[in-house]
């Protein structure tokens, strides 16, 4: 009993650390630009494939491999923003617009995904031996135990860049009145951009450690960004220490709850958790209230 | 050959029609960003394909079908009356998801990942011609339909809620009540194109019923013009023919499906930012 109680608590923490560098991103990019940006999904998808890409098809080494996924991955949300959400925040568009065009570029990158890959699911190979090692009864392999230790690096250097640095202080005043920190002096603009390269870049890690605990297939953004955007609803949308919170949570939410229903509804208790708090409480655990409408 | 293929598009039209007409009841008139209207139609195929199996009659189970649909959009808009905006967008989507993963795990029932098969199709249907009669006659019902209730007091009602909820409600207009009813019968109809999909393709899986096949309905209400249901006819029509010509340029079709999907991809956002109200809208996507 106490070994299964280890096991889906360790399961969970894994699951809730990729979802929570999904999340970071995603909150980060939407505490300053105030929409959802869903096509994060489709960042992670074509970062995981580019990742496959150099390190199996072309045998480049995995860590320099790792370190052009996560450029590739900041440039792609930068790209984003420029070359499409800019465009579109000129034009004066609705927030509503915004997450109809992310949710048709998610769909755009996963099927671009699938037209250059292919339907069949591709794996990279290890630079570190993978086997489970029991401790105490729990299985836990390498990669689940880097994932959980990256997340919680990547936890605290966020809060150190928001609280601490100039560029996080310039975030924080614009996702708290864009106009006034406009009349300051702070670029929106600038601070939208370097929000998607941060949020996107966190997420290349993410698609790093995805691809390696995971197959890689075209139709794992769209689950991948549910996921992360459940984490920070319940985690308060826009907060990205809540986003964090919010997708530990939920991984252990849904480890735990194939205690009860078998483990295909895992995905069904993610959404219904999402359901509930956006009706409940939309501002989730550590949101501001001013941020919801 | 060449007429058996035909047949199949205007079939497809057909149903796409009575989809992007019910979106249009929502989304166009009741300005509800409903982005879980793929949920009505993956609920009214599973329920027309289980009552059908179950040897229930085919014009029952299409009205059963639709209602179970209709009272699933009830269900939905309980809770989401006071939500507007992106909010309203994120649960209706967060529904469709809830519904999809039901669909996919609740094996005993939905047959799980490898769907329903062998759906059956009324003799008197059999021949796809006759049933594309059928589908346009329900079709043309629906339109009228909808374009009917659209002209009552029923439709100013929701178009005024649309405009500024506060001002309908200090007229003394009960708004949550009608709203709600736009959410019921937009979903009754998705419910109703649903099970003619079902009947038509004699075969359902949960795939049919993603984010994915979201793209192409929303791009027929969005080109057709917000609360124009002639544009939302038109913009069906260009919608489904548009990528057929991928068809006839030797593509295999594992290239075909994501080249669809990339076009229209392509295209919403395109016509979202060049030409937001479409062929006929008279309002903006807010």
């Known amino acids: ?293 | 050959m060449i007429d058996a293929y035909f047949i199949h598009l205007l079939i497809l039209i057909g149903i796409y029609l009575i989809l992007g007409i019910s979106l249009q009841l929502s989304l166009g008139y009741g300005g509800l960003l409903n982005l879980g209207h793929i949920a009505f139609f993956g609920i009214g195929a599973y329920a027309f394909a289980l009552l059908s199996l179950h040897g229930f009659p085919f014009a029952l189970s299409i009205l059963v079908a639709s209602i179970i649909s209709g009272l699933f959009g009830w269900l939905l808009s309980v809770p989401t009356k006071k939500l507007k905006g992106d909010y309203l967008a994120l649960v209706t989507l967060g529904f469709s998801f809830v519904v999809y993963a039901v669909l996919l795990n609740w094996t005993s029932i939905t047959g799980g990942a490898f769907g329903l098969a062998n759906i059956p199709r009324p003799s008197f249907l059999s021949d796809n011609f006759l049933f594309l009669l059928f589908v346009y006659a329900i079709a043309v019902i629906s339109y009228l339909f909808i374009s009917r209730i659209c002209g009552t007091r029923f439709g100013k009602l929701i178009e005024a809620i649309r405009d500024d909820e506060l001002a309908a409600k200090s007229l003394g207009k009960n708004t949550l009540k009608i709203k709600s009813w736009g959410l019921v019968i937009s979903a009754f109809f998705a419910g109703l194109a649903g099970s003619l999909f079902a009947s038509y393709i004699t075969f359902i899986d949960p795939s049919s019923f993603t984010l994915t096949t979201l793209i192409p309905i929303l791009l027929i209400v969005i080109i057709g013009g917000l609360t124009s249901l002639p544009g939302t006819v038109l913009a069906t029509i260009v919608v489904v023919l548009i990528p057929e010509p991928l068809r006839f340029l030797g593509f295999s079709s594992s290239v075909i499906g994501p080249l669809q999907q990339i076009l229209y991809a392509l295209l919403l956002v395109v016509i979202i930012y060049y030409k937001p109200r479409g062929f006929y809208g008279k309002i903006d996507l807010e």
């Open chain 1, 1 to 293: 009993m106490t070994s299964i109680f280890l096991q889906l608590l360790v399961n969970g923490l894994v699951a809730g650390s990729i979802y929570a560098l999904v999340a970071a991103g995603f909150s980060l990019i939407y505490s300053t630009n105030k929409f959802v940006h869903f096509a994060h999904g489709g960042v992670i998808v074509l970062s995981s494939y580019f990742l496959y890409w150099i390190s199996t098809t072309l045998g480049l080494d995995f860590y320099i491999s790792s370190f052009l996924t996560i450029l590739f991955a900041t440039f792609l949300g930068y790209s984003l923003n420029k070359v499409l959400y800019q465009k579109f925040r000129a034009k004066k568009a609705s927030n509503s617009v915004l997450l109809v065009a992310s949710v048709a570029i998610l769909i755009l990158l996963q099927s671009l995904s699938l037209l250059i890959f292919g339907a069949d699911v591709k794996t990279i190979a290890l630079p570190l031996s993978n086997h489970s090692m029991n401790i105490g009864g729990v299985f836990v392999t390498p990669v689940q135990v880097i994932i959980v230790i990256i997340s919680l690096f990547l936890f605290f250097s966020l809060r150190l860049l928001m609280q601490k640095t100039k560029i996080g202080k310039a975030m924080r005043a614009v996702a708290d009145n864009n106009e006034v920190a406009e009349i300051l002096g702070i670029s929106s603009e600038r601070v939208y951009s370097t929000s998607f390269a941060i949020g996107s870049a966190i997420v290349g890690v993410a698609a790093i450690l995805v691809s390696l605990e995971q197959n890689i297939t075209p139709l794992m953004g769209t689950s991948l960004i549910i996921k992360g955007f459940t984490g920070s609803v319940i985690g308060g949308i826009g907060s990205v220490t809540g986003a964090i919170v919010g997708s530990l949570f939920l991984g252990l939410a849904e480890n735990f709850g194939t205690w009860f229903v078998s483990a295909g509804f895992k995905d069904a208790i993610a959404f219904i958790l999402l359901f509930i708090f956006l009706l409940i409480k939309p501002q989730g655990l550590f949101g501001n209230k001013n941020n919801q409408k």
